[in-house]
Each structure stands twice: as structure tokens, then as C-alpha cells.
């Protein structure tokens, strides 16, 4: 299964919402997942099953979707969400894949 | 918490073997997953173990020269990939691997380096 995410780098501004887009080839119900990456760092889980927020991760982060099209919405940026974010799925014949990432600066 | 083994250096064609220290959670009831980054790219799945049972799955571009095992006595996870190239300059990752087939926590990441 080959996962789109859309788009590759995003400006915005602190108190800005944007939105992070993941498609999927084919359907994956909900196993899809979202993560932060900083530099230097290992990813961190945001959103699970399309639209579970982790423990300890902020409201402003939200997830929806189901089938093929996934999205994550971050609303009021704040300077510490300025990050590289993946989606992630799982399918039964495939296996793991991550979105090529979208880098989101300032 | 996942704790890595240290940055290696190997020469193409060589070997390399990871490990990853579990603590802090029943090591056997969470399979352990292996990603990695190569520098300024995505992240790349690698392969799965079962720390139950030993069953692995990898990623067909890494079939035959891959091998994840676990030990629990000690809690410890490893990845050992042979023949390097230099694509395989990469951090390699450990993440336990959750319900819904999602990864938390990850490892602090292991940066192998492949040079002739």
C-alpha cells in the first residue's frame, strides 16, 4: 500500500491552523497514525487510529478520517509545533508504510 | 523507556547488530518494531519481532541479510543487517509496537555509518 501525504513543507504562523493530508491506495479502516519528529529526534505518537489523541498531546492536535483519506489538523500553532510530521499505516498484506513526511516551519 | 546500543562505524560489506533495552513494561507482551532514517530522508520500516514467540516479518527489500532476535531475560531486542552499503547509512530506530499496530515509545535512535 503506497501512502501519499500531502503537502511535503508548509509555512505558517504562530496562532495559524493547518492541515496535514495521508492517502492511502487502498483501504486501511482506521490504522493510521500520526507522529512528530523534531531533529535529532525519535518520532513521537500524536494521533492514533486516525483520530485518538495520545495521552499528554495537546487538544489543538486532531485527527479524522477512515478508508483512504486521512487528515491531522493542528489549530493555534504554537513555536514549539514547528516539526517534520508522519502518518503511518499497517495493513494486513503489506505491512508497516510512513508518508514521505511534511516539514512545517515558520 | 527503549534505550539503543551506540553509534557504529562499518565498512561496506560488513555487519551490524543493534540492540535495544527494554524497561519499565512487560518486555513479552509488546512485539518490537525496527525503523530507520537515512540522513535528511523519511522514515523506512524495517521489521517486526514477536518478543512472545520470535516470529519476525521484514520488509521484503531486506529479506535474506537481515535478522531481529530478542533475549527476555534481559529485556533486549536486537537487529543485525549484514552485507552493508552505503544506503544503509542510516539512525535505526526500536519502537514498541502497540495496539491498533501504532509505535510508542521509540528508542533514542543508533546512527550507523557505512564507509569504505
Known amino acids: 500500500i503506497q501512502m501519499t501525504q500531502s503537502p511535503s513543507s508548509l509555512s505558517a504562523s504562530v496562532g495559524d491552523s493547518v492541515t496535514i493530508t495521508c492517502r492511502a491506495s487502498?483501504?486501511?479502516?482506521?490504522?493510521l497514525h500520526w507522529y512528530q519528529q523534531k531533529p535529532g529526534r525519535p518520532p513521537k505518537l500524536l494521533i492514533y487510529?486516525?483520530?485518538g489523541l495520545e495521552g499528554g498531546v495537546p487538544s489543538r492536535f486532531s485527527g479524522s478520517g477512515s478508508g483512504t483519506d486521512f487528515t491531522l489538523t493542528i489549530s493555534s500553532l504554537r513555536p514549539d509545533d514547528f516539526a517534520t510530521y508522519y502518518c503511518?499505516?499497517?495493513?494486513?498484506?503489506?505491512?508497516?508504510?510512513f508518508g514521505q513526511g511534511t516539514k512545517l516551519e515558520i | 523507556q527503549l534505550v539503543q546500543s551506540g553509534g557504529e562505524v562499518k565498512k561496506i560489506g560488513a555487519s551490524v547488530k543493534v540492540s535495544c533495552k527494554a524497561s519499565?513494561?512487560?518486555?513479552?507482551?509488546?512485539?518490537m518494531t525496527w525503523v530507520r532514517q537515512a540522513p535528511g530522508q523519511g522514515l523506512e520500516w524495517i521489521g517486526w519481532?514477536?518478543?512472545?514467540?520470535?516470529?519476525?516479518n521484514f520488509a521484503q527489500k531486506f529479506q535474506g541479510r537481515l535478522t531481529m532476535t530478542t533475549d527476555s531475560s534481559t529485556k533486549t531486542a536486537y537487529m543485525e543487517l549484514r552485507s552493508l552499503t552505503s544506503d544503509d547509512t542510516a539512525v535505526y530506530y526500536c519502537?514498541?509496537?502497540?495496539?491498533?499496530?501504532?509505535?510508542?515509545?521509540w528508542g533514542q535512535g543508533t546512527l550507523v555509518t557505512v564507509s569504505s
Open positions: 487510529s486516525a483520530s
Open positions: 503511518q499505516q499497517y495493513n494486513s498484506y503489506s505491512g508497516y508504510t
Open positions: 519502537a514498541r509496537e502497540e495496539t491498533g499496530r501504532r509505535f510508542d515509545p
Open positions: 487502498q483501504d486501511i479502516s482506521r490504522f
Open positions: 519481532i514477536s518478543t512472545y514467540n520470535g516470529n519476525a
Open positions: 519499565g513494561y512487560n518486555f513479552s507482551t509488546y512485539a
